[in-house]
């Protein structure tokens, strides 16, 4: 299909699109032309990913100043769809393309996407390795500038990975054709070739124009400082799935010590004293030479190839220091003692048995009146660690992974001092006997780490299907959006029903608030919810509770009543666990028993793998239970520190933000049932609230739903006992179930013609809209008597001047 927004033709790759289809790209469409940030929400399953890449790659291909797309996406699977979708827009492109002329051009857009290389790795040894930070470190042994020229020097000397270094003799942005290739296409490439794939997609990225990756390649500076420096100013951000970006603003500013760590740490700082002893016998020169270049001031990262950094620094660009590295840490055994007794200072902090919170200048004070050292030298901790591995030409680096998170921390803690917190937590749990203690520091604003993003790059897209209340991410990252829109969900029936049940059928009121849940009466009306779906609902079954703890608790405590026995006889039950692998399994497992007709019921937990990015389409999920209202555990440390740091910033109330966070984790999981519009399922939502209103019933907390599940949320159904929840459900399964002509063209399925109907429309109105305004200023002649205000007629002029994307967006 093709077709214009204003003088933009777009190429999309289906014969019909969804009217919140149209709505979004002309949104997307008005945020690119401001070159300007914005965030929308668009209802799961309606073609967000295509939607995106087709307005984008359409305005790349347009205008002659090609911007470079970096869309941002959280999960490998993710990146990979969206990899899959982008190459077949680009295949469609190419067959629409009018002349030879426009087809070549076509073919010559390129894109990529990057994961970690534990995942693209096609060295045998290396490959075998399942820790990805230990595929790291073995990857920088083979591949550092100091093993290829003593490769060269005398072949066979040394191991070094011959995928890498036929990148070397090939030339610079011509390293794979030019195309569209996902992460296994760039694979079978690498192996066909013998190039390394994932070198090969670093340094083809300034070349390509797009690049698909994760959030922590753009947000993490110890990565970004890496993988994404050289990208231009002027490419189009887009972070899909980014209802949880505030949370990953903050883990890449955060780093947490404890004590196996710090023992690590040390003996890393006797291996390294150790090496320097050595060097100094059989090669001095090498840290003579490094001591004159840090005298000179010269910056060690400039000099080698980014892809041999060991520790990259973890502070933000901005707050770089453009200097030389201090005197009393420039010599390699000055710098050691230094590090000795910094980590003799964190091990004597653990061995406080009582919580200690404090700020970064607290710690530096304290610091320096304990050990004499100074805030400045700490502050190049990371730069000069990694001067020193490059130097002493280390091997194994992964044994040196706790020693850089005690120089990231150190440097970290030296750079900021606002927004930021150190907890140090001697025991695990508040009744915990043994100590285990853990040094948060832990950043409190997730502004820090996307504000050079929104600084660098003209146009940022936040979006998600989940991201209501929107005003919550302008506030939250201190940013002003051009355009803030949410979608409705247009269908001709109601593919799915909300429910809100609030009591049991013996009308006791079921709620996850911590002072009931755990009544007995809370429990097996928890349990019958299940029961009663497990006998009417086809196939699968999802259940969420708020954390794994109290999945534990109340799944022991159906075991012992037989609410399990009951459940079995009619379906098989399957159990997410903080297991990657076990989870895996269970998922697996519970698909086949959907697939061969038994049914299954698969018992999870909000926040965890199944909530963020499983698809439960069609028979897969046909109900979603959501049992209690996914809040965070408000006795945490650090959540209590955020929230006041929130509250005293950003006048942001702690009741406010708590709530927006359960809900949007409440959204995003019952958003699994519904993946299309062809699809359909039960949304069910199992608490009450204070004064037997349900929380989820209650307007403040609905109105923090998305506005596509918000709009199908009935009085009726919103306020239910499990019986009358049940016949509702009957009701609707056997409505769904009649095959009634869903002919959806022209109401929630437009063709080219609905679509250049839309623009008649919106024509039409800007048409109505200019009578409109010469009628006003008329009556404002005759009225005014002495005519109008200097500069009214202007303005007047542009209040009506709309284009086809901004009527889009009000929806006329």
């Known amino acids: 299909m093709k077709f214009f927004i204003d003088n933009l033709p777009i190429i999309f790759p289906y014969d019909r699109i969804y009217p919140e289809q149209y709505a979004y790209m002309c949104d997307l469409k008005r945020t690119l032309d401001a070159t300007g940030h914005c965030v929308l929400e668009m209802p799961s399953g309606t073609g967000k990913t295509v939607s995106l890449l087709s307005l984008i790659v359409s305005y790349q291909q347009f205008f002659p100043t090609k911007r470079k797309l970096i869309y941002c996406s959280r999960t490998v699977p993710e990146i990979e769809k969206a990899l899959a979708e982008l190459k077949r827009l680009m295949a469609y492109r190419i067959e629409c393309a009018e002349t030879e002329e426009e087809r070549e051009r076509e073919r010559a857009f390129t894109g990529l996407g990057l994961t970690s290389r534990k995942n693209l790795c096609l060295h045998p040894e290396v490959a075998k390795e399942k820790k990805g930070w230990v595929v790291d470190a073995r990857c920088r042994d083979l591949t550092c500038t100091a093993n290829g020229e003593k490769s060269r020097a005398n072949p066979g000397s040394v191991p070094v990975c011959t995928w890498h270094d036929k990148l070397g003799e090939m030339e610079p942005g011509n390293l794979i054709p030019q195309g569209i290739w996902t992460l296994a296409d760039v694979q079978a490439y690498g192996q066909e070739n013998g190039v390394c794939p994932y070198f090969t997609i670093r340094r083809m990225m300034p070349f390509v124009d797009v690049i698909i990756y994760s959030f922590h390649y753009l947000l993490d500076p110890k990565v970004a400082e890496q993988v994404s420096k050289e990208l231009s100013k002027d490419a189009i951000v887009v972070f899909?799935?980014?209802?949880?970006?505030?949370?990953?603003?903050?883990?890449?500013?955060?780093?947490?010590?404890?004590?196996?760590?710090?023992?690590?740490?040390?003996?890393?700082?006797?291996?390294?004293?150790?090496?320097?002893?050595?060097?100094?016998?059989?090669?001095?020169?090498?840290?003579?030479?490094?001591?004159?270049?840090?005298?000179?001031?010269?910056?060690?990262?400039?000099?080698?190839?980014?892809?041999?950094?060991?520790?990259?620094?973890?502070?933000?660009?901005?707050?770089?220091?453009?200097?030389?590295?201090?005197?009393?840490?420039?010599?390699?055994?000055?710098?050691?003692?230094?590090?000795?007794?910094?980590?003799?200072?964190?091990?004597?902090?653990?061995?406080?048995?009582?919580?200690?919170?404090?700020?970064?200048?607290?710690?530096?004070?304290?610091?320096?009146?304990?050990?004499?050292?100074?805030?400045?030298?700490?502050?190049?901790?990371?730069?000069?660690?990694?001067?020193?591995?490059?130097?002493?030409?280390?091997?194994?680096?992964?044994?040196?992974?706790?020693?850089?998170?005690?120089?990231?921390?150190?440097?970290?803690?030296?750079?900021?001092?606002?927004?930021?917190?150190?907890i140090l937590e001697p025991f695990e749990t508040d009744n915990a006997t043994v100590p285990n203690p853990v040094f948060h520091f832990t950043c409190l604003d997730p502004s820090l780490a996307i504000k050079p993003i929104f600084e660098r790059f003209s146009s940022v897209v936040i979006t998600s299907g989940t991201i209501s209340p929107l005003d919550m991410y302008p506030k939250m990252l201190q940013f002003t959006p051009v355009v803030q829109e949410t979608y409705p969900m247009t269908l001709t029936r109601d593919a799915f029903l909300p429910l809100v049940i609030t009591r049991g059928s013996d009308q006791v009121a079921v709620s996850s608030r911590f002072e009931v849940r755990n009544d007995p009466a809370v429990v097996r009306n928890f349990g019958s919810i299940l029961i009663e779906y497990s006998k009417i609902i086809p196939d699968g079954i999802v259940a969420f509770f708020p954390s794994y703890l109290y999945m534990e608790s109340i799944v022991a405590a159906w075991n012992d009543m037989g609410i399990l026995n009951e459940v079995?006889?009619?379906?098989?039950?399957?159990?997410?666990?903080?297991?990657?692998?076990?989870?895996?399994?269970?998922?697996?497992?519970?698909?086949?028993?959907?697939?061969?007709?038994?049914?299954?019921?698969?018992?999870?937990?909000?926040?965890?793998?199944?909530?963020?990015?499983?698809?439960?389409?069609?028979?897969?999920?046909?109900?979603?239970?959501?049992?209690?209202?996914?809040?965070?555990?408000?006795?945490?440390?650090?959540?209590?520190?955020?929230?006041?740091?929130?509250?005293?910033?950003?006048?942001?109330?702690?009741?406010?933000?708590?709530?927006?966070?359960?809900?949007?984790?409440?959204?995003?999981?019952?958003?699994?049932?519904?993946?299309?519009?062809?699809?359909?399922?039960?949304?069910?939502?199992?608490?009450?609230?204070?004064?037997?209103?349900?929380?989820?019933?209650?307007?403040?907390?609905?109105?923090?739903?998305?506005?596509?599940?918000?709009?199908?949320?009935?009085?009726?159904?919103?306020?239910?006992?499990?019986?009358?929840?049940?016949?509702?459900?009957?009701?609707?399964?056997?409505?769904?179930?009649?095959?009634?002509?869903?002919?959806?063209?022209?109401?929630?399925?437009?063709?080219?013609?609905?679509?250049?109907?839309?623009?008649?429309?919106?024509?039409?109105?800007?048409?109505?809209?200019?009578?409109?305004?010469?009628?006003?200023?008329?009556?404002?002649?005759?009225?005014?008597?002495?005519?109008?205000?200097?500069?009214?007629?202007?303005?007047?002029?542009?209040?009506?001047?709309?284009?086809?994307?901004?009527?889009?967006?009000?929806?006329?």
């Open 240 to 422: 899909d799935e980014a209802h949880n970006i505030d949370n990953v603003c903050i883990e890449s500013l955060s780093i947490d010590l404890t004590r196996p760590m710090l023992d690590s740490a040390a003996r890393s700082v006797t291996r390294l004293g150790d090496q320097i002893e050595e060097i100094k016998k059989t090669d001095a020169s090498k840290l003579q030479d490094e001591y004159a270049k840090l005298v000179e001031g010269l910056q060690e990262a400039s000099e080698a190839r980014d892809e041999d950094a060991f520790i990259a620094n973890p502070i933000l660009p901005d707050d770089l220091l453009k200097e030389a590295v201090p005197g009393n840490i420039r010599k390699a055994e000055h710098f050691v003692a230094f590090l000795k007794r910094f980590v003799e200072y964190l091990k004597t902090r653990m061995r406080v048995l009582h919580v200690v919170a404090e700020t970064p200048l607290s710690f530096l004070q304290h610091l320096k009146d304990i050990t004499f050292i100074e805030r400045r030298p700490l502050r190049f901790c990371a730069e000069r660690l990694q001067s020193l591995v490059r130097t002493l030409e280390l091997t194994r680096l992964d044994e040196l992974r706790s020693l850089q998170k005690v120089a990231s921390f150190a440097t970290l803690v030296a750079t900021y001092e606002k927004g930021f917190l150190l």
């Open 568 to 812: 079995w006889k009619n379906k098989l039950i399957f159990v997410e666990t903080p297991d990657a692998n076990e989870t895996s399994i269970a998922l697996e497992n519970y698909r086949r028993a959907c697939n061969n007709g038994r049914g299954a019921v698969l018992l999870s937990v909000a926040r965890g793998k199944v909530s963020e990015g499983i698809d439960f389409d069609h028979h897969y999920g046909r109900a979603v239970i959501m049992f209690g209202v996914p809040y965070q555990y408000t006795e945490s440390r650090i959540l209590k520190a955020r929230l006041e740091y929130l509250r005293d910033a950003y006048r942001i109330r702690e009741s406010e933000f708590l709530g927006f966070d359960a809900m949007r984790n409440a959204a995003q999981c019952v958003g699994r049932v519904l993946r299309g519009k062809t699809d359909w399922g039960l949304m069910v939502f199992a608490d009450k609230a204070r004064i037997c209103i349900g929380r989820f019933a209650r307007a403040d907390k609905r109105a923090k739903l998305p506005k596509w599940i918000n709009q199908y949320i009935t009085d009726t159904a919103s306020n239910l006992s499990t019986d009358m929840a049940i016949v509702l459900s009957k009701l609707f399964m056997r409505s769904i179930s009649q095959n009634v002509n869903e002919n959806q063209t022209g109401i929630s399925l437009w063709t080219l013609e609905d679509v250049q109907k839309a623009q008649e429309k919106q024509k039409a109105m800007i048409a109505e809209a200019e009578a409109e305004r010469e009628r006003a200023v008329a009556a404002n002649g005759r009225s005014a008597a002495g005519g109008t205000r200097p500069g009214e007629d202007d303005e007047d002029e542009d209040e009506f001047d709309f284009s086809d994307s901004e009527l889009a967006a009000m929806g006329l």
